[in-house]
């Protein structure tokens, strides 16, 4: 299994990036924090999944390894697979969903991409004692990372808000780190769309 790539990025999309390692191409399917830490033609060293199955093989790229152990756990949990996991990772930082699970706020769970009741119940039950060993401190995170933190339930509600007026999740995510989290949902959304309005 290959645990990590050390290459250039020298092609980035939305949710993945061709690294070329040696004069080898890897495609690796990355999160929203990865994504905004890499540069063109840089070298980089990513953590790495990959994912065997019948019809081929993926690999997942981390930057933190915060995001590479918790990508680990989540896919550990029943019905909880490669492509939701990292849904999950782009819609969340570390940190929120660590706190989100150990404090059962199934609310907050729920508002993942892919998350209903019944897997946000199971996150709560597998990984609740487990998901503390992931936490570093928040400086390790790399500064690139702009992955909201939906830890609190206004900020989940604002989010759903905004994504029902029909914004994506890549649109909103870098916008809720400049508003203030500890405001009231209403004021949350105004501020979002203002800084969306002028994006």
Do not use: W
Request: aromatic share 8%; hydrophobic share 40%.
């Amino acid at each position: 299994m290959i645990g990590f790539l050390r290459g250039k990025a020298v092609i980035i999309q939305t949710d993945f990036c061709l690294l070329d390692v040696n004069g080898v191409g890897y495609r690796l399917f990355i999160p929203h924090s990865t994504r905004n830490v890499l540069r063109l033609n840089e070298t980089v060293q990513l953590f790495t999944y990959m994912n065997v199955y019948q019809d081929g093989i993926t690999l997942y790229g981390f930057a933190a390894k915060e995001e590479y152990d918790l990508f680990q756990l989540l896919i550990g949990v029943s019905g909880i697979g490669p492509k939701v996991a990292l849904g999950i990772l782009s819609s969340i930082s570390v940190d929120g969903l660590c706190r989100a699970i150990q404090e059962k706020q199934t609310a907050v769970l729920t508002k993942l991409p892919g998350i209903g009741k019944k897997s946000a119940e199971r996150l709560i039950l597998e990984l609740r004692d487990k998901v503390g060993s992931t936490q570093g401190n928040s400086d390790d995170l790399s500064d690139g990372d702009f992955s909201a933190d939906v830890g609190t339930d206004t900020v989940s509600e604002a989010i759903a808000a905004l994504q029902s007026l029909g914004y994506t999740q890549a649109e909103i995510l870098p916008v809720m780190k400049k508003v203030k989290n500890d405001a009231p949902p209403e004021t949350i959304i105004k501020q979002a769309l203002q800084f969306l309005g002028r994006a």
